[in-house]
Structures are given as structure tokens and as C-alpha cells.
């Protein structure tokens, strides 16, 4: 509460319902690309079946990673208080644990149980690892591009403000 007695929201908060509608994008748009690249895959000839199966795997991996880096920014540009690149992070790593690694574990022909056994979960953190990247490159250009454009916003650069010197008082 502030000293009159209004409740004040703090400025360091982040904005979770913009947060939640970037993940839910985010999450959507690395389905959807892992889908889309993996029809690809199917296309296209290949010399055997381990060539296909590799094929089709890093497609789907490459589709969920782009729409991943995609998605986090959105989660960086759209929050309106807090920090922009928390917000894209938060917002990537969500779309991940929340949807694509429960798609990955539904849609591959392995048990459900070897799936959840310690390899199976070993697996999962270490894509996390490497989504991870994707994610954080995605959330970064965002932070960068908001914080860019809320400088064009607030009227310049921050070179453009002078520092208050005793001398700039006297005049």
C-alpha cells in the first residue's frame, strides 16, 4: 500500500497475461512448423529408411526450434512492465514444457512408461537445453527490438540527455 492508502501495483511485475498469450503462440507456432517441416520431409525422396527417419526427425526439431524463436519475442514486444527478455524466456520455456514436449511424448511410438523412466526424462532436458537456445535468441531480438522502440518512443537516444552538472544549474 502507498502512504494514502491506494493499492499500487509494482513496476517490476511482470505482465502474466501477455506472457501466457506469447506462450500459447509460441507453443502453436513450433507445432505447427514441426508439422509443416515434417511434411516436408515426407515429400521429398530419400535414400533409405535411416535417412529418412533422420530427415524427418531434425525437421520437426528445426520447425518446433523456429517456431519457438518465433514465438518468445512476441512474449518480449507485448509485455507492458518488467523486463522484456524475462518476459520472451518465461514465455518460450512455457510453450516447451507445457506443450511440445507433452506433443513430443504423445506422438512417438515408445511406451508411455519408457518415455517417463530417467532416460526418457534425460531426453526431454536435454531438448529443453537445446529449445533453450532457441528460445533464448528469439527472447533476445525481442527484448532488443522493444527496448529499441521505446527509446524511438520516449523521443531519442539516451545520448541525447544531458547530465545535471552544477554548472547547467547556474544558467
Same mark, same amino acid.
Given at each position: 500500500?502507498?502512504?494514502?492508502?491506494?493499492?499500487?501495483?509494482?513496476?517490476?511485475?511482470?505482465?502474466?497475461?501477455?506472457?501466457? =498469450?506469447?506462450?500459447?503462440?509460441?507453443?502453436?507456432?513450433?507445432?505447427?512448423?514441426?508439422?509443416?517441416f515434417?511434411?516436408?520431409?515426407?515429400?521429398?525422396?530419400?535414400?533409405?529408411?535411416?535417412?529418412?527417419?533422420? #530427415?524427418?526427425a531434425?525437421?520437426?526439431?528445426?520447425?518446433?526450434?523456429i517456431g519457438l524463436?518465433?514465438g518468445?519475442?512476441?512474449?518480449?514486444?507485448?509485455?507492458?512492465?518488467?523486463?522484456r527478455?524475462?518476459?520472451?524466456?518465461?514465455?518460450?520455456?512455457?510453450?516447451?514444457?507445457?506443450v511440445?514436449?507433452?506433443? =513430443?511424448?504423445i506422438?512417438?511410438?515408445?511406451?508411455?512408461?519408457?518415455?517417463? #523412466?530417467?532416460g526418457?526424462?534425460? =531426453?526431454?532436458?536435454?531438448?529443453?537445453?537445446?529449445?533453450?537456445?532457441?528460445?533464448?535468441?528469439?527472447?533476445?531480438?525481442?527484448a532488443?527490438?522493444?527496448?529499441?522502440?521505446?527509446?524511438?518512443?520516449?523521443g531519442?537516444?539516451?545520448?541525447?540527455?544531458?547530465?545535471?552538472?552544477?554548472?547547467?544549474v547556474?544558467?
Amino acid at each position: 500500500m502507498s502512504e494514502n492508502g491506494d493499492t499500487a501495483v509494482p513496476e517490476d511485475r511482470l505482465d502474466l497475461r501477455r506472457i501466457g =498469450f506469447a506462450a500459447a503462440l509460441a507453443a502453436g507456432l513450433s507445432v505447427g512448423l514441426a508439422v509443416a517441416f515434417l511434411r516436408h520431409a515426407h515429400a521429398k525422396s530419400h535414400v533409405g529408411p535411416t535417412s529418412a527417419t533422420l #530427415d524427418e526427425a531434425f525437421s520437426s526439431f528445426l520447425g518446433a526450434g523456429i517456431g519457438l524463436a518465433l514465438g518468445s519475442p512476441v512474449g518480449a514486444l507485448s509485455i507492458r512492465r518488467g523486463s522484456r527478455l524475462a518476459a520472451g524466456v518465461i514465455a518460450g520455456l512455457a510453450a516447451y514444457a507445457l506443450v511440445l514436449a507433452p506433443v =513430443f511424448v504423445i506422438t512417438d511410438d515408445v511406451a508411455l512408461a519408457e518415455d517417463l #523412466d530417467p532416460g526418457g526424462l534425460l =531426453f526431454l532436458a536435454f531438448l529443453l537445453l537445446a529449445f533453450g537456445v532457441f528460445v533464448s535468441l528469439g527472447a533476445t531480438v525481442g527484448a532488443l527490438i522493444g527496448s529499441l522502440a521505446h527509446r524511438d518512443r520516449m523521443g531519442g537516444t539516451s545520448t541525447s540527455v544531458r547530465p545535471l552538472t552544477c554548472a547547467s544549474v547556474r544558467r
